[in-house]
């Protein structure tokens, strides 16, 4: 998920994702959200990994590569373009297909990249997605979601993903369809409108921390075998910086705080914010930068 919270006098940009890969079994640890070196800005997606981690991590080298990108000389809607063109490059280099096949296969992996535009004065977020005719990656800016109040910007990814597009590419494919019950990005989307109603702020302004209520939520019932493991969270803020969040779960034989989806060990110091995910406090872990880690609560009071 992606989202602008509105708080009192600002915005800010959420990223949040569950920790689960499969591939064949379910590993509960891994990043799902990266922000980009200029500090900004931050990537996440949804799908096949075996595409998204080389072009999560070329997005990462082309921004500190060019200077004028990594010390934020140009906006990201000029950033945004040019990450595009260099994971279409990539594509462009794929070679020695399986006898009997002429190209590689449609990747299903859709990517999100957002932050703050100092041209534009706002958030802005992009999803990034495959299109099969032109076989490259386009994208598509991500506006107010209408018909639940205003100035509610929001974005859901999630596998497997049983819209349109994925049920024509299964028949093209000749694989089994998805089925829209076990969608979940349609189960966070309703459960969020029914947080909404229930709440009754269907009508208002602006989002808070709802949306993270609902992948929370989710995690806790294990909805589906696609979400598990602990919360992540990323805050990108107006003065251009890129804050990661730990988050206060549940753990056994580890720190009950998790970093960017891996639990710490109990020797570990965390040097982030810690987010409590039931109360959404903002509270000072035991270890750390007391410093820097104040700095964050005292802005977070003030929401």
Same mark, same amino acid.
């Given at each position: 998920?992606?989202?602008?919270?509105?708080?009192?006098?600002?915005?800010?940009?959420?990223?949040?994702?569950?920790?689960?890969?499969?591939?064949?079994?379910?590993?509960?640890?891994?990043?799902?959200?990266?922000?980009?070196?200029?500090? /900004?800005?931050?990537?996440?997606?949804?799908?096949?990994?075996?595409?998204?981690?080389?072009?999560?991590?070329?997005?990462?080298?082309?921004?500190?590569?060019?200077?004028?990108?990594?010390?934020?000389?140009?906006?990201?809607?000029?950033?945004?373009?040019?990450?595009? @063109?260099?994971?279409?490059?990539?594509?462009?280099?794929?070679?020695?297909?399986?006898?009997?096949?002429?190209?590689?296969?449609?990747?299903?992996?859709?990517?999100?990249?957002? =932050?703050?535009?100092?041209?534009?004065?706002?958030?802005?977020?992009?999803?990034?997605? !495959?299109?099969? =005719?032109?076989?490259?990656?386009?994208?598509?800016?991500?506006?107010?979601?209408?018909?639940?109040?205003?100035?509610?910007?929001?974005? !859901?990814?999630? /596998?497997?993903?049983?819209?349109?597009?994925?049920?024509?590419?299964?028949?093209?494919? =000749?694989?089994?369809? *998805?089925?829209?019950?076990? /969608?979940?990005?349609?189960?966070?989307?309703?459960?969020?409108?029914?947080?909404?109603?229930?709440?009754?702020?269907?009508? %208002?302004? =602006?989002?808070?921390?709802?949306?993270?209520?609902?992948?929370?939520?989710?995690?806790?019932?294990?909805?589906?075998?696609?979400?598990? %493991?602990?919360?992540?969270?990323?805050?990108?803020?107006?003065?251009?910086?890129?804050? *990661?969040?730990?988050?206060?779960?549940?753990?056994?034989?580890?720190?009950?705080?998790?970093?960017? %989806?891996?639990?710490?060990?109990?020797?570990? @110091?965390?040097?982030?914010?810690?987010?409590?995910? /039931?109360?959404?406090?903002?509270?000072?872990?035991?270890? %750390?930068?007391?410093?820097?880690?104040?700095?964050?609560?005292?802005?977070?009071?003030?929401?």
């Amino acid at each position: 998920m992606a989202w602008v919270r509105t708080l009192k006098d600002r915005e800010e940009l959420v990223f949040c994702s569950d920790s689960r890969l499969r591939f064949g079994c379910a590993w509960d640890a891994c990043q799902k959200i990266f922000p980009l070196p200029r500090g /900004d800005c931050a990537i996440t997606f949804a799908g096949d990994t075996k595409f998204a981690f080389p072009f999560i991590h070329a997005a990462m080298n082309a921004v500190s590569l060019h200077q004028g990108s990594r010390r934020r000389l140009v906006d990201i809607t000029v950033v945004k373009p040019f990450l595009l @063109k260099a994971i279409n490059s990539m594509l462009s280099q794929i070679s020695d297909f399986p006898q009997g096949e002429t190209e590689y296969e449609e990747p299903e992996l859709r990517l999100v990249f957002g =932050g703050y535009s100092w041209l534009r004065k706002e958030f802005v977020i992009w999803k990034f997605h !495959f299109n099969s =005719g032109e076989r490259e990656f386009k994208h598509a800016e991500v506006r107010d979601w209408k018909g639940l109040g205003s100035a509610r910007k929001i974005i !859901f990814l999630g /596998d497997p993903e049983a819209s349109l597009s994925a049920m024509k590419r299964a028949q093209r494919k =000749g694989e089994c369809k *998805p089925n829209p019950e076990d /969608d979940v990005q349609e189960l966070a989307k309703k459960r969020f409108i029914e947080l909404l109603a229930e709440r009754n702020i269907t009508d %208002g302004h =602006g989002l808070n921390m709802e949306p993270f209520e609902v992948l929370r939520d989710m995690l806790r019932s294990e909805i589906s075998p696609h979400v598990g %493991g602990s919360p992540q969270l990323v805050k990108i803020y107006q003065h251009l910086n890129a804050q *990661p969040f730990g988050i206060r779960w549940a753990s056994e034989s580890r720190s009950p705080i998790a970093i960017l %989806g891996r639990a710490l060990e109990a020797t570990e @110091k965390a040097h982030v914010p810690v987010l409590n995910p /039931d109360t959404l406090d903002v509270e000072r872990s035991n270890v %750390g930068d007391a410093d820097e880690v104040s700095e964050v609560e005292e802005a977070e009071k003030c929401s």
